[in-house]
């Protein structure tokens, strides 16, 4: 299908370095766990063609926050159950976490069950993660992507971290900082390229049903930061973090542990 990316995994070559910061977790019988609201696609087609969650982009943060001591809640953008890209499970992209997770009784169930994403929401968690997954191209923008327009908003606003990772960052094109301006102008931002859209096989598909993010982020403002393809390439821009393709989803959940100060 022309939604799936190739069944391959390039060398992993990561453009972000993680510091000793790790070596000092802070401990959890001292304070309280921060919040994470790890955010997921509800689209299961986009053009008559099936999509979803990209389940890696999911499943490496969920358990990479977890295990940092952070308190994740699964979200969606209409409730209920996730659903998951076929292609997300072939191949090497089917990951060690991923198969994990869908043997994880609690985890699944919470992928089946997960809360509607309301911007209400923004004041009860600490940082925002929108997974990826080309589901996201029909459900993160426009009117379906109101509530989540608004959480982005009010998180970024508040100087909480804000994280999304290879199609999470369409949830990014709509929303604007306090001044009125895009959220992405005058930062350093990453997603899937137009590049590995043309190797997927989905340039035709995304460009019939939805827009390509490389293009949006440039047109307003943003430093677009293009590693090689299907290799692992993070941006931090303050409390903003972006990832490039489901190879940068383990680094960007590490970046938001340290953002976070765990």
Same mark, same amino acid.
């Given at each position: +299908?022309?939604?799936?990316?190739?069944? %391959?995994?390039?060398?992993?070559?990561?453009?972000?370095?993680?510091?000793? %910061?790790?070596?000092?977790?802070?401990? #959890?019988?001292?304070?309280?766990?921060?919040?994470?609201? +790890?955010?997921?696609?509800?689209?299961? !087609?986009?053009?008559? /063609?099936?999509?979803?969650?990209?389940?890696?982009?999911?499943?490496?943060?969920?358990?990479?926050?977890?295990?940092?001591?952070?308190?994740?809640?699964?979200?969606?953008?209409?409730?209920?159950?996730?659903?998951?890209?076929?292609?997300?499970?072939?191949?090497?992209? !089917?990951?060690?976490?991923?198969?994990? !997770?869908?043997?994880? #009784?609690?985890?699944?169930?919470?992928?089946?069950?997960?809360? %509607?994403? $309301?911007?209400?929401?923004?004041?009860?968690?600490?940082?925002?993660?929108?997974? *990826?997954?080309?589901?996201?191209?029909?459900?993160? $923008?426009?009117?379906?992507?109101?509530?989540?327009?608004?959480?982005?908003?009010?998180?970024?606003?508040?100087?909480?971290?804000?994280?999304?990772?290879?199609?999470?960052?369409?949830?990014?094109?709509?929303?604007?900082?306090?001044?009125?301006?895009?959220?992405?102008?005058?930062l350093e931002v990453c997603a899937f390229t137009n590049?590995?859209?043309?190797?997927? *096989?989905?340039?035709?598909?995304?460009? @019939?049903?939805?827009?390509?993010?490389?293009?949006? !982020?440039? #047109?307003?403002?943003?430093?677009?930061?293009?590693?090689?393809?299907?290799?692992? /390439?993070?941006?931090?821009?303050?409390? +903003?973090?972006?990832?490039? /393709?489901?190879?940068? #989803?383990? @680094?960007?959940?590490?970046?938001?542990?340290?953002?976070? /100060?765990?």
């Amino acid at each position: +299908l022309p939604h799936h990316k190739p069944l %391959r995994r390039p060398r992993i070559r990561s453009h972000f370095h993680t510091t000793s %910061r790790f070596a000092s977790l802070r401990s #959890a019988a001292t304070m309280p766990a921060k919040k994470v609201l +790890l955010v997921s696609t509800s689209a299961s !087609f986009m053009g008559g /063609n099936p999509t979803g969650l990209w389940l890696a982009e999911l499943a490496e943060p969920y358990y990479i926050l977890k295990e940092a001591g952070l308190e994740v809640t699964l979200a969606s953008i209409a409730g209920g159950a996730v659903p998951i890209d076929a292609g997300s499970c072939k191949g090497d992209f !089917f990951t060690v976490e991923a198969k994990r !997770f869908m043997h994880d #009784a609690d985890a699944i169930g919470a992928l089946g069950h997960t809360a %509607r994403l $309301v911007a209400s929401m923004a004041e009860d968690f600490d940082c925002l993660y929108l997974a *990826g997954g080309h589901g996201c191209c029909v459900d993160f $923008v426009g009117e379906p992507g109101a509530e989540l327009k608004a959480c982005v908003e009010k998180m970024y606003a508040a100087g909480k971290v804000v994280a999304a990772d290879c199609h999470g960052p369409m949830g990014l094109i709509e929303p604007t900082k306090p001044d009125g301006t895009p959220l992405v102008a005058g930062l350093e931002v990453c997603a899937f390229t137009n590049t590995e859209e043309a190797q997927a *096989g989905a340039t035709d598909w995304v460009k @019939a049903n939805s827009v390509f993010m490389e293009d949006e !982020f440039k #047109a307003k403002g943003g430093t677009f930061k293009e590693a090689d393809p299907w290799t692992s /390439n993070v941006c931090v821009a303050g409390n +903003l973090i972006t990832a490039q /393709n489901p190879q940068s #989803a383990t @680094a960007c959940a590490q970046a938001v542990v340290a953002a976070m /100060n765990f």
